[in-house]
């Protein structure tokens, strides 16, 4: 999972950089709201970690522009705010869940991996999705009970897909994910891979949104 941690107390940031890196997440770290703001339009994550008070706001307005700009996103607030009022405050402004400082790293991953497995169908270590499975660490999959063989791009391309289910992935995010290097504008190597992978899951699961890039729907694609 690609992780945006936004605090600003560098003890806790990097230690939580550095727990979560080594449990297999991959965590961007911002301390301040604008920069995050920056880092979501430009690099889409899969869940946030935001604290409330932060050098150039409160977290929770930043909370708001996420609902506005990214939907669903899922969002752990991380706060020494540690009243109900407050963690109500922050579950109905639009968190999924609120953990208190200070808190044990073991806690924060279960939380993470709750949030995932609520989110985009994440449960341990395999993703499940409309008749899919993707089994992370022998990377195996398989279309109603059926396994297929991907290539390792087509493989990333389905992974980014089904981890961010109901939301577009960009042509640029697949690109600079799946290809060597990124791609030139003038490829069309990212069109091949897609084409190869839709007719080995099945036309109809992934949805081509014209313009922008791709997405895989819960409940069907058109």
Request: with cysteine; hydrophobic share 45%; proline share 3%.
């Amino acid at each position: 999972m690609k992780i945006l941690l936004i605090e600003d107390d560098l003890d806790l940031g990097n230690g939580v950089r550095i727990a979560l890196n080594d449990r297999g997440f991959e965590v961007v770290w911002t301390r301040h709201i604008d920069a995050a703001a920056r880092h979501l339009k430009e690099q889409p994550c899969d869940l946030v970690l935001l604290d409330l008070g932060l050098p150039d706001g409160d977290g929770l307005h930043l909370l708001a522009r996420i609902r506005r700009d990214h939907g669903a996103l899922p969002v752990l607030i991380l706060s020494a705010r540690e009243a109900l009022t407050d963690k109500v405050h922050g579950l109905d402004a639009g968190a999924d869940d609120y953990l208190v400082k200070p808190f044990e790293v073991a806690e924060l991953v279960s939380r993470i991996r709750s949030l995932a497995r609520r989110s985009y169908g994440f449960e341990g270590e395999l993703l499940v999705l409309r008749g899919l499975q993707l089994h992370t660490p022998t990377r195996r999959v398989t279309v109603q009970g059926r396994a297929v063989e991907l290539t390792a791009s087509e493989y990333e391309v389905l992974r980014l897909l089904m981890m961010r289910a109901n939301r577009i992935v960009t042509r640029r995010t697949l690109e600079d994910s799946v290809l060597p290097g990124g791609a030139s504008l003038a490829s069309n190597s990212l069109d091949v891979h897609m084409a190869n992978l839709r007719r080995k899951i099945g036309d109809g699961v992934i949805r081509t949104v014209r313009g922008i890039g791709f997405v895989i729907d819960n409940q069907g694609a058109e």
